[in-house]
């Protein structure tokens, strides 16, 4: 039985999914759209606020992840996330 994951967009929205689904296919089936290029974690463009929760990386992160950040493209979900997305 898969693990559901409860991922909260700017504090209100709630996305159900299922642990091990990548953010950023998440995100899009929900209607968010970030912006991306390399999907491998290595330009940066996709980089988010995450301000709670816990990803696994399919690839080793070669762009720059600060405190509180998070690349979608290559993030496997591992728990509840908190994120900030600005549009
Ligand atoms: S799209 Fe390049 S790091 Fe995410």
Redesign the pocket.
């Known amino acids: 039985m898969k693990q559901k994951i409860t991922v909260t967009v700017n504090g209100s929205t709630e996305i159900v999914c299922n642990k091990n689904e990548n953010l950023?296919r998440v995100l899009e089936k929900n209607g968010y759209e970030i912006?991306?290029?390399?999907?491998?974690?290595?330009?940066?463009?996709?980089?988010t606020i995450m301000t709670e929760g816990e990803v696994e990386y399919a690839y080793e992160?070669?762009?720059y992840i600060g405190k509180n950040e998070v690349?979608?493209?290559?993030a496997m979900i591992k728990s509840n996330l908190n994120l900030t997305i600005e549009w």
């Open positions: 950023l912006e991306y290029e390399c999907q491998e974690a290595h330009c940066g463009t996709c980089r992160p070669v762009a690349l979608p493209c290559a």
